[in-house]
Each structure stands twice: as structure tokens, then as C-alpha cells.
């Protein structure tokens, strides 16, 4: 398992994620008894970076917090070759970390982990577009989340 973190917004504080990330890779494997050696890449940008991004990719004109790109649409055709375990790219909004930890009450470790929670879930095909598939994302979002960083 690797997280590959790439600092575009040079703000220093978002090195001490790694270790969470790496741990919430693995809790999310175990939940959904993934048993790939998966990689993927964190880019930690500004809200204008973000912004650009969404709308170019989204055409949705306004900053966001995290936005993910898959390599694959479809996890269940994924082959086991190595070139595979690659998901994809997990893009955080460092001025969302503070700005949503004050507005939910938690600390910022606990947006950070959440929103690359939430971008992962996003890279092995689970959406939010129907109430279902959104009761079933946060629901995993929680169980995996919960057991390792406090609320």
C-alpha cells in the first residue's frame, strides 16, 4: 500500500497526514476485503487550484474540497497485474480542511482524514448521486473513519 502525497498548496502541515492515510487505505481494504496492493496519489491544492479543476473536469464554476480521478471506471474489471493497484488522484482543498473542521466542530486531522476518506471511496466506484448509494457511502465513510481518528 502507497499514498503519495504531492504538495501543490506548500502548506507544510499537510505532511502529518500520511500516517492516517496510509492507516485509512488499509481499514478500507479490510472493511471491503480488498486484497490489491493499492496506490494512489494525494495533491494537497488552493481553493483557486480546486476551482480551476472543478471547472474543467466538472463544469461546476465554484471551489469544492476534494475532488478524485480514477484510473478505472470499474473495479470489478480490474486485473491483478501490478500496474493495476494504481486507483488514481485524490485532490484536497487545504483551506477546506480548517474552514469545514470549524463549521463541523471536529479537528482539522478529522476533516483531512474525512475528506480522503470520502475521495477513496469515490476512486473504488462508490457515488452520492442517489439516496441509497449516499446512505451507503457515509455509512462506510463512518465505519472506517470512526475506530481511527476521534470526531
Known amino acids: 500500500m502507497e499514498v503519495v502525497l504531492i504538495n501543490q498548496a506548500k502548506d507544510a502541515s499537510v505532511y502529518r497526514y500520511k500516517k492516517d492515510f496510509l492507516a485509512i487505505l ?3 481494504c479490510d472493511v471491503l476485503q480488498l486484497e490489491n496492493d493499492y496506490i494512489l496519489s494525494v495533491i494537497f491544492v488552493t481553493p483557486e487550484e480546486i476551482h480551476e479543476i472543478n471547472r474543467t473536469y466538472r463544469s461546476i464554476d465554484r471551489s469544492t474540497d476534494v475532488i478524485s480521478f480514477a484510473l478505472h471506471d470499474d473495479m ?3 486485473l491483478l497485474e501490478e500496474e493495476e493497484n494504481e486507483l488514481g488522484d485524490i485532490f484536497i482543498n487545504v483551506q477546506a480542511i480548517t474552514d469545514q473542521a470549524n463549521e463541523y466542530g471536529h479537528t482539522k ?3 483531512a482524514c474525512f475528506l480522503f ?3 477513496l471511496l469515490h476512486l473504488l466506484g462508490y457515488d ?3 439516496p441509497d448509494e449516499e446512505q451507503e457511502m457515509f455509512h462506510l465513510q463512518d465505519v472506517i473513519l470512526d475506530e481511527l481518528v476521534k470526531r
Do not use: L
Request: contains cysteine; aromatic residues 0%.
Open 26 to 28: 488499509k481499514r478500507t
Open 117 to 119: 476518506c470520502h475521495g
Open 109 to 111: 486531522r478529522r476533516e
Open 128 to 130: 452520492h448521486m442517489k
Open 76 to 78: 470489478s474489471n480490474v
